[in-house]
């Protein structure tokens, strides 16, 4: 990669960073005062309108990596009229589906009653919901212009304002439910701040891109060219319908199986691995645009050689970041809210698998969406995605949430797990994919035996306070550290990365 590509993707990388760990504190002060105010009933509900909500977003499923594929040749080409006219078409679009959506959210309301399963009533459910439903259709206002920044490397830019508006809303948020316990107030402060982040975006990317804006640059967008971002975006659509099928039915099935307040409980578990999962995903979403750089430009090898070095680096990290929450996920939950929001080991165990299969795949998938690899794999994710419904509840109802959770795991092994690599290698690397798959299957097994050994010792101590949990968070975070490192220092990939930070740093 050139230096400016370097030097953008590792911007976006602190940025990203920063934001999480800002976020991430705010998500534990905010979720703590949430159910201490209102509770977990409350909290399950909120977990069950997201997933509702991501599910009528379905219409917008396709256009945000369209948007970004189709801004990647004439941002390299600096065709200003060109991003106008696609800035212009994808506003027309976006627009509509806001308008899709808060239709198909509306006519879910008499629907919401067989999804929350508690003892007690909820009162004002449905305002709730259309509190909700409001936030996401005010999303889609300005999306169509942050996007080029994103496909610009500049992704950052957005970043900065997230961290300065999360933190207003947070604030606000926690002085409403520790002053009123209103629940209506915390969501409407969700709206307000949603709209104002998504506007102060859109004037940043007007300021860096100020043709987008001018009327006199806006052209009709090219047929050829519109006929291919709607197939493109079919394509898309197909494949992240899948996606959030798998992502997004979770929390349902659990209400409505076990029950609502159980979906509180285990939002808690999720909202560690999603953050802590958001780490990988940081570092390799802002390599995202400079490997569509890499796919033009470069030939099979090459392409193959920052594969490789991706790979090295997701083993290491994945391997950290899985362990880690595998043997300390109990021991903070215990320490923050209590034995009684505790799951049990084999649901642990079911989280801690997903993880990490939402981890080591990141190099893969930055690889697909920079390649539009999606278009000849959406079947496969599709099949994935039924497979993945019908067993959640057939395991739900056998061995409850650690079932549903399995569920999601086995769908994933069964399809797109190993069909997308052959046809990345097949295609672009013009390698057999039998070496990655060993590789994967080698680095599952030293992750069981780093939890298995590890766990040997962690399980002695009993952690009862925030010191004992930080003592061990440093010790097993060093252990697994030091384990990955040694296992793929030596590796092809890790060597590829050490030389280029050596080049780097030599420069400076």
């Known amino acids: 990669m050139s230096d400016s590509r370097v030097k953008n993707s590792a911007h976006n990388m602190i940025t990203g960073f920063l934001y999480q760990i800002v976020t991430l504190i705010?998500?534990?002060?905010?979720?703590?005062?949430?159910?201490?105010?209102?509770?977990?009933?409350?909290?399950?509900?909120?977990?069950?309108?997201?997933?509702?909500?991501?599910?009528?977003?379905?219409?917008?499923?396709?256009?945000?990596?369209?948007?970004?594929?189709?801004?990647?040749?004439?941002?390299?080409?600096?065709?200003?009229?060109?991003?106008?006219?696609?800035?212009?078409?994808?506003?027309?679009?976006?627009?509509?589906?806001?308008?899709?959506?808060?239709?198909?959210?509306?006519?879910?309301?008499?629907?919401?009653?067989?999804?929350?399963?508690?003892?007690?009533?909820?009162?004002?459910?449905?305002?709730?919901?259309?509190?909700?439903?409001?936030?996401?259709?005010?999303?889609?206002?300005?999306?169509?212009?942050?996007?080029?920044?994103?496909?610009?490397?500049?992704?950052?830019?957005?970043?900065?304002?997230?961290?300065?508006?999360?933190?207003?809303?947070?604030?606000?948020?926690?002085?409403?439910?520790?002053?009123?316990?209103?629940?209506?107030?915390?969501?409407?402060?969700?709206?307000?701040?949603?709209?104002?982040?998504?506007?102060?975006?859109?004037?940043?990317?007007?300021?860096?891109?100020?043709?987008?804006?001018?009327?006199?640059?806006?052209?009709?967008?090219?047929?050829?060219?519109?006929?291919?971002?709607?197939?493109?975006?079919?394509?898309?659509?197909?494949?992240?319908?899948?996606?959030?099928?798998?992502?997004?039915?979770?929390?349902?099935?659990?209400?409505?199986?076990?029950?609502?307040?159980?979906?509180?409980?285990?939002?808690?578990?999720?909202?560690l691995s999603s953050k802590i999962l958001l780490v990988a995903q940081i570092i390799f979403s802002a390599l995202t645009a400079s490997i569509g750089n890499v796919i033009v430009m470069e030939n099979s090898r090459k392409r193959y050689e920052v594969f490789s070095a991706m790979q090295s680096a997701s083993f290491i990290l994945c391997g950290v970041i899985t362990s880690g929450f595998c043997l300390m996920a109990n021991d903070l939950i215990k320490v923050w809210l209590g034995e009684e929001y505790m799951l049990s080991t084999l649901t642990i165990i079911a989280i801690s698998f997903n993880t990490y299969l939402g981890c080591v795949l990141q190099p893969l998938w930055i690889y697909r969406d920079a390649t539009g690899l999606y278009i000849k794999t959406k079947y496969v994710m599709l099949v994935g995605a039924v497979v993945n419904l019908v067993l959640s509840f057939i395991l739900g109802n056998l061995i409850g949430i650690a079932g549903i959770i399995f569920a999601s795991a086995i769908a994933r092994l069964s399809t797109y797990f190993w069909y997308e690599p052959k046809l990345l290698f097949k295609e672009y690397f013009e390698h057999s994919p039998i070496k990655y798959y060993l590789s994967l299957l080698g680095n599952i097994c030293i992750v069981a035996v780093t939890i298995g050994l590890l766990s040997l010792v962690t399980d002695r101590f009993n952690i009862d306070s925030w010191f004992k949990l930080i003592v061990e968070g440093v010790c097993v975070g060093t252990a697994c550290l030091a384990i990955f490192l040694a296992v793929y220092s030596r590796t092809e990939g890790f060597k590829i990365i050490m030389n280029k930070a050596r080049n780097i740093l030599k420069r400076k």
Do not use: H
């Open 26 to 271: 705010l998500s534990f002060v905010s979720r703590t005062v949430f159910i201490d105010s209102l509770g977990n009933n409350y909290l399950g509900l909120n977990g069950i309108f997201q997933d509702v909500l991501t599910l009528l977003s379905m219409a917008d499923l396709g256009f945000n990596t369209a948007m970004a594929y189709s801004f990647y040749k004439p941002l390299a080409n600096k065709d200003e009229r060109q991003l106008a006219s696609l800035v212009n078409f994808y506003k027309k679009i976006y627009n509509i589906i806001a308008a899709a959506v808060l239709v198909l959210g509306l006519l879910c309301v008499p629907f919401l009653k067989y999804l929350v399963n508690t003892d007690k009533d909820i009162p004002n459910m449905e305002i709730y919901y259309l509190c909700s439903l409001a936030g996401i259709v005010i999303s889609y206002l300005y999306v169509y212009k942050t996007t080029i920044l994103t496909a610009d490397q500049k992704n950052y830019e957005v970043v900065n304002i997230n961290i300065v508006t999360s933190i207003l809303k947070t604030v606000s948020q926690i002085a409403i439910l520790v002053l009123y316990k209103n629940y209506i107030a915390y969501l409407v402060i969700g709206i307000v701040f949603q709209y104002l982040s998504n506007m102060l975006a859109s004037k940043k990317a007007e300021k860096l891109y100020p043709y987008i804006s001018k009327k006199e640059y806006i052209e009709k967008v090219d047929e050829e060219v519109s006929a291919g971002i709607w197939k493109n975006m079919k394509s898309v659509f197909i494949y992240k319908l899948s996606g959030t099928m798998f992502n997004a039915t979770d929390n349902i099935i659990i209400s409505v199986v076990i029950g609502t307040a159980m979906v509180g409980i285990y939002s808690n578990y999720l909202m």
